[in-house]
Every structure is written in structure tokens, then in C-alpha cells.
């Protein structure tokens, strides 16, 4: 058992005080490799009514421990407590009912596809503006509408009975199941102008007032999709969660069909949105990844 005592960091020393006391048990645990017993920080802390200790280790306390995993009925302090380390944001923390420690599943897709555009920074700005209309229905409806009715019916049946209207709504949402957002960042770069050159055919260049290399700083945009259903992961950090064996959804024709339909709607309603947005450009590059790996380059007709 770790040796303890009551003066934490700051030399505060108050054995009247059990919230106090439990307090500089954690703190002084936090980092120690030795695991304890619920009735040593129970008898550590000294309620003065013992009955008290038990009620506040189940609201309060037991959020900022975890089991031992080689003891029984032992715990350790677990990391969340370095947010209330602080004793008055411990103190702050005690005197509230809000609980610190959410409990999480996982969820994990074995499938995704992922779409990366690679264009020049002077065009962000109007890109995210354009880009946002993605996140609404009525827009997104519109740009469904410019697509002939047989090429979408063909890539997403329409039911018999189904009116447009359900049709259309039916399909954005199919849409905002996938698309949740996109991400921005930059990279710098520094690319030639032309053929291969010499090192004297550069100078002339350069004494033309032309450059042969430039830098330009380039914007990556990154659209994520996943495909497929989630698998529950029931083990979260145990070893069996690497387990493929636990993989029990294998309907490739099902993924298949779903790529397709994703790239399909990735197409006409992202990949037109931002080649008229960029229009002008030599050249437009996009990298798919995921279940399947591609580089699409777009050139300008004009310069070709």
C-alpha cells in the first residue's frame, strides 16, 4: 500500500475535512501502480458517517476509478481524474450532480471510402460556402433534380407506388446517412511549369520574368463514407477485438452495389458542385481510397 499522508502539493493539511481527505488519496494514487481496495480509501477518507463514504462512492468517486485488471475487487485511479486534480475544480466537481464519465460502445465499419481533392488555396473560401448547401434538403433536392430520371432511378430504384416527392426525401436521407461533413486542410508544395529543364535553361526562364518552379499552397478537402452496417465491437480494448473471426458481415455484393451508389451521388452532386466552383483551372485532382484506390485528374479542355 502506497504510503499516504495529508498535505498535498500546495501543503494543505486539513484531517477535519473527508472530502478533502478522499480527494488527496486520488491525487496521490493517480500516478501509483499499487491498486486499492474500496475500504482503504474508505477508511482513508474517515466519513464521520461511515454510511456517507458509500453513497458518494457511487455518484462521485467510483467515476474516477477503474478495476485493477490483475486484482479483484482493487482498483486504480483512472486518467479522468487529471481534469479535477485541482482541488477547486474537484471541490466545484463534488458539489455538482453532473456525471464526468460517459460510457461508450464502439462501433466499427469495415468498409469505407474516402474522397480527397487536392485544389489551390485561393479557391477555400468560396468552396466551403458552396459546399454547406450540401448540408440542407431543399439544396440538395435541387441538385437531385438536375440529374436525368433514368440515370437515378437506374443507380436507386424508384418504388411503384412512390410518389417523387417520397422518392427525393427518401434519398436525401439515404444521403445524410452517409455525408455528415467534410474536412479542410492545407499543404504546402512546390511544382515545375513546365518539361524538365536544365539548370541554364531555368535562368532564361527566370530572365524572361517567368518562373519554372513554383510554391503554392494547396487545400485538401476529405469526405469520409462508411459502407455497409456497424459492427459492434463488444470487447473494446480486449485482444479479441483483432479477432477477425468476430467479422461476421460479409455481404460483398451488398458493399459492392453501396460503393457504386456512393461514388454515383459523390459524383453529381460534390465532384460537379466543385468543378464549377473552381472552373478555370488547369487541372483538378481527386484521390479515392478504401475499397478501392483511384487518382481522377480533371483537365481543362482549353489548355490540353
Known sequence: MLKMNLVDDNGFDDSEDPIRRAYIFLKNHLRSPEAFSKEEFKNFADYP????F?????KKYRHFLEEAPNEKDKFLVSSIFKKYSDWEKFRSYYSQSSKIKASYVEEFYKYLMIFEFFMPLTNENDLRSS????FYM???KLALNKIPKDELYKAFPKNVKESEENYKTRLCNWISNRFVGYSIGTVKGRFKTDDLRTYYEEAIIKSKGDDYLVDETTAIVRFIFHVGQPIKNPVLFNIEQFNESLDKF?????IKKEAVQIRYIFKNLFVKNILDLVNGEDEIWMLESGIKNRLYIWKNELNT
Do not use: I, R
Open 49 to 52: 458517517n461511515p454510511d456517507n
Open 54 to 58: 458509500d453513497t458518494y462512492f457511487s
Open 138 to 140: 431543399d439544396t440538395v
Open 250 to 254: 460479409n455481404k460483398k455484393d451488398a
Open 131 to 134: 459546399l454547406d448547401e450540401l
